[in-house]
């Protein structure tokens, strides 16, 4: 098992070769700029735990889930159950500790620890960039352990050259529940205007597991609607309107707890020794941005400034939370010797706010502030040798339910190193050390059952390292990289007697490796990722929420081939080893997912696919799944073998 010396050992590593390249950079002051950085192409940043899921392999996938975007990722996971419970984990720790932004506009986590923290339908997702600790300066505050940026499409990538107006209808239908989905879109542009609007539904049925066993409270029922307006001016600066609403309202398992009252536990099939009453749920994602980018930007001017607001709404039946972020970003990246320089100033105002019933009327509000500068850089030191380092200065204020006010600030640092050992070698390191800063309290909970005390609570500090290898001869491409991240004095959100400063400390520490087949049509690529994650020394539960899960061995499979200009075949499949090394053993499980897409010659804008999701009607609940190792708890399990057609049609 890989334990805390292998993290030291690959701090160290990894801060040995850093010191190297800025003494490299030292030599070379007079180094031209090489054109693009090697550091920042995607096999540099894939084995530096920097993955972006691109719009090809999105539209390779057709998600119509969140999960669904993440097939074939082994270091994501997520859980399971309607869109209303799904959480997503990156080397086994929860996106809470990782900055997540949508379009660059910041997101607040979950108001309910039974539900997901950010709802989003991927209709119209373009990719998704995720870091695995070492979170570059500019990713924004909070990127303790990472970072997650969601970023969807626009007009432009929608309209075909030379057109003005353009529209997408797409219509699936499945079994197992599945129901009904739909979405339209409509685009165009004309004299420097350009817009996109898009609504999804869903609607469905309680599916069954492979087993044959319907899973109570977990039918689809989602409504997203996107829209955005934009104006480019003649000298090249862009302005963009954006504004999203996604909303999950079906109906969900509850069961009483505390004083009697009902709560929604959508991440479980029930809880034993009390009977599930099916009550209506709401989980609401609600933004805005507005945004100023320069379209031809030159060597000292290429801005991005935004103002973003952003509100997660959850109704959990005897409590209801919100939590509210308005955000915002100035910064601009600079053409330098040899690379480039990005630069900025970042600030957030949050706020977690909650409201129970009768009898406990549990009800109060915290709201933190933060303010950061950053810099980061990016440069080619040479033909064979590229770095990125960079730093921020956090400063944030924190007033808790009772009025107790908390300061601090403090440094972030970030350095990566990339050296090719030969044509087909390369070797990269990276470390960091962040400061967190303050975590909001849980906001449907606020004051639950006993007043919160903040005695003893602090900001949190990380630190991460990376150390991969990988090759690349054209047809084989490979990788394989070591991690560590650790994240300490993480206040509790979830506080147990309402101790908000009882304190934990999370690691996640493994190994990264893909291997992948290319040729002119097609691609077969497996990664695998091994994260043991720990908590205050101890293997962590399946209910350590904001915290982590025990993710173990993960292999994912994806493949995809072009038959001919008509026929797509292809599929994802995830293979789930034992975990012998959590509090109880977690049984491991196989499923795999094939499709089989048509596009007719002689009317190319029609698309028709066929997608069997759990094509052997595996019995199984996900990795990441809340209460696999509770005693009360009944782990909800996903749905077995699910037929789809979809049909989309461009205008």
């Known amino acids: 098992m890989v334990r805390s010396t292998v993290g ?33 192409e995607a096999a540099a940043q894939d084995t530096l735990g920097n993955k972006t899921i691109s719009e090809d392999e999105i539209e390779e996938r057709n998600p119509s889930t969140l999960r669904e975007v993440f097939d074939g990722e082994s270091s994501v996971t997520t859980s399971g159950g309607a ?48 870091s695995a600790g070492l979170a570059p300066a500019d990713a924004g505050p909070g990127a303790a352990a990472g970072s997650i940026a969601y970023t969807t499409k626009d007009a432009s990538d929608l309209l075909e050259p030379g057109d003005s107006f353009g529209g997408r209808i797409s219509l699936t239908g499945g079994d197992n529940g599945y129901g009904f989905r739909g979405n339209l879109s409509l685009f165009g542009q004309a004299q420097g205007f350009d817009y996109l609007l898009s609504g999804t539904y869903q609607h469905g049925d309680d599916y069954q597991d492979g087993s044959g066993n319907t899973v109570p409270g977990t039918a689809a029922d989602i409504q997203d609607y996107l829209a955005k307006f934009s104006y480019t001016a003649a000298n090249g600066g862009k302005l963009t309107f954006s504004a999203s609403q996604t909303e999950d309202t079906g109906p969900r398992a509850a069961q009483p707890g505390p004083g009697g009252l009902l709560f929604i536990r959508p991440d479980f099939a029930g809880v034993d020794g009390t009977d599930s009453v099916i009550i209506d749920g709401l989980s609401r994602r609600t933004s805005f941005s507005l945004t ?81 500068l ?64 303050y975590e909001l309290g849980e906001a449907a909970l606020v004051n639950f059952g006993t007043p919160w005390d903040y005695t003893g609570f602090t900001s949190s500090t990380s630190k991460s390292a990376r150390l991969g290898l990988r090759f690349d001869t054209g047809v084989w491409q490979g990788s394989a990289a070591l991690f560590y991240t650790e994240v300490d004095d993480l206040s509790a959100v979830l506080p147990s007697s309402g101790a908000r400063g009882a304190t934990a400390d999370i690691t996640s520490q493994g190994v990264d490796a893909s291997l992948a087949y290319l040729w002119s049509s097609g691609f077969a690529r497996v990664n695998y990722t091994y994260a043991d994650v720990d908590i205050n020394g101890d293997p962590a539960s399946t209910t350590a929420y904001y915290l982590g899960r025990p993710l173990g061995s993960i292999f994912a499979l994806e493949a995809g081939w072009d038959i001919d200009d008509q026929w797509r075949v292809g599929g994802t499949a995830e293979i789930a080893l034992e975990n012998s090394d959590a509090a109880v053993d977690l049984p491991g499980y196989q499923v795999l997912n094939v499709y089989a897409s048509y596009v007719p010659r002689r009317f190319d804008n029609l698309e028709l696919r066929l997608d069997v999701r759990n094509l052997f009607d595996e019995t199984y609940s996900s990795r990441a799944s809340d209460g696999l190792d509770s005693s009360r708890v009944i782990p909800l399990t996903e749905p077995g073998r699910t037929i789809t057609l979809t049909a989309a049609l461009w205008f």
């Open 8 to 40: 030291r050992l690959l701090l160290a590593t990894a801060l040995t070769t850093a010191h190297g390249a800025w003494a490299q950079n030292s030599e070379e002051d007079d180094a031209a700029y090489l054109g693009e950085i090697r550091i920042g």
């Open 83 to 130: 869109a209303i419970s799904t959480k997503v984990f990156v080397n086994g720790i929860e996106e809470s500790l990782l900055s997540v932004t949508i379009d660059g506009a910041r997101q607040n986590k979950s108001a309910f620890h039974h539900t997901g923290n950010v709802l989003l339908d991927p209709a119209m997702l373009k990719q998704v960039e995720i």
């Open 292 to 372: 100023y980018t320069d379209e031809t930007p030159d060597g000292w001017w290429d801005p991005f400034i935004q103002l973003a607001y952003n509100e997660q709404e959850i109704d959990a039946g005897g409590v209801y939370g919100v939590n509210k972020s308005l955000s915002g970003v100035v910064r601009n990246e600079f053409y330098i010797g040899n690379g480039t320089l990005t630069a900025g100033i970042d600030f957030f105002d949050d706020s977690a706010e909650g409201e129970g019933d009768a009898p406990l009327n549990s009800t109060g509000k915290e709201t933190l502030q933060g303010i950061g």
């Open 374 to 437: 950053f810099a980061q850089a990016r440069q080619n030191l040479g033909q064979r040798f590229s770095v990125s380092y960079g730093a921020r200065y956090d400063f944030q204020k924190f007033e808790g339910a009772d009025g107790t006010e908390f300061e601090d600030g403090g440094f972030s640092f970030n350095g990566s190193v990339d050296y090719m050992l030969s044509d087909i070698w390369t070797i990269n390191a990276g470390l960091s050390h962040g400061w967190g800063g």
